[in-house]
């Protein structure tokens, strides 16, 4: 199965974290990309992310000038979906909540071609559920970059029960056009990555909760001890808490209330002190400015 043809126009919902760094690679494999978000501002951010991610490349020698120009000029904000209406591609990076989820696609299904397919970077809800409203829910398919996207190989291209194999070649093809190394995947709670990761994130935060080790300790250790990149606290905050928490929550209940996915009250504490890891500027760790370095 052929991947998309880069001249397709890709919509992108969602400016944050992940549709900022989506819509980085797919402007970088050459498609126009549109970037849609509910917030003016985040679509701003977004944009202004991904200059400095090219600048950085262009700086460090592995970018010419007129490429960092053309990427970002295939790049075009959009306040109204309208005016994406000819995308082939629509990937949402939005709140990790099935509800809006499943409304977003039902707009988009109304609003792109009938031959448009409809994908979700979700972590860990049913692409299954996702597409059960749709009037044609065999065009929708997971696929799951892992932050930060321009950086990160991997991508979960994830089946539900009524994706068109077809459909799901076609993402798996154009992921690999685009520099990714994609695996295909059902559509359960948390698919690979983020099943197997749970527990990872929940042992750390009970060893933190028995006050066993500081998580600089724990990351020092899964470090040097695993040759991990990176720790699990360390790993948290880059994810950001809300989103993590929201992961965890939806594991949990999806493999009905297993306790070997249960969230931590710690977590939780974390997200209502807005607390969200590196993206507000604070989470296990302070990110702000001129504030220590927590040792190990
Ligand atoms: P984020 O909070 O950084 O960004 C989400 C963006 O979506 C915000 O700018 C928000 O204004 C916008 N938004 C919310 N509802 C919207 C709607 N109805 N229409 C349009 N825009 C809307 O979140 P992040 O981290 O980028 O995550 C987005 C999705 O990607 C979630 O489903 C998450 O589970 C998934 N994901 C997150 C990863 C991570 O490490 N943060 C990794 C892989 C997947």
Avoid at 12 to 21: L, S, T
Avoid at 140 to 149: E, K, Q, R, T, V
Avoid at 194 to 203: K, T
Avoid at 285 to 295: D, M
């Amino acid at each position: 199965m052929a991947a998309l043809n880069p001249q397709t126009s890709v919509l992108v919902i969602g400016a944050g974290a992940m549709g900022a760094g989506i819509a980085h690679v797919a402007a970088a494999a050459g498609h126009p990309v549109y970037l849609y978000d509910t917030r003016a501002e985040a679509i701003e951010r977004g944009i202004a992310g991904i200059g400095k991610d090219l600048a950085f490349l262009v700086s460090k020698g592995r970018m010419e000038e007129a490429e960092r120009a053309a990427v970002l000029g295939r790049v075009s904000a959009v306040t109204d979906l309208a005016q994406a209406a000819d995308a082939g591609l629509a990937i949402e990076a939005i709140v990790e909540n099935l509800e809006v989820k499943q409304s977003l696609f039902k707009q988009l299904e109304a609003l792109l071609p009938t031959d448009a397919i409809l994908a979700s970077n979700t972590s860990s809800l049913s692409i299954t559920a996702m597409a059960a409203a749709l009037a044609r829910p065999e065009r929708l398919g997971g696929l799951h970059f892992f932050n930060p996207a321009p950086r990160m190989k991997l991508v979960e291209i994830v089946s539900g029960l009524a994706t068109d194999p077809a459909i799901a070649e076609t993402l798996y093809a154009t992921a690999k056009a685009w520099g990714k190394v994609p695996v295909h995947a059902k559509s359960t709670p948390g698919f690979i990555v983020n099943r197997v990761a749970r527990p990872f994130y929940a042992e750390a935060l009970r060893v933190l909760a028995e006050r066993a080790a500081e998580p600089a300790t724990v990351d020092a250790a899964l470090r040097e001890g695993c040759n991990f990149p990176m720790g699990p606290f360390e790993l948290m905050d880059l994810i950001g808490h809300d989103v993590n928490f929201a992961v965890t929550n939806s594991v949990f209940d999806a493999y009905f209330g297993d306790r070997r996915f249960a969230p931590s009250l710690i977590q939780q504490e974390l997200v209502a002190a807005g607390r969200l890891g590196r993206k507000s500027g604070h989470g296990f760790y302070n990110y702000a400015e001129g504030a220590a370095k927590p040792q190990a």
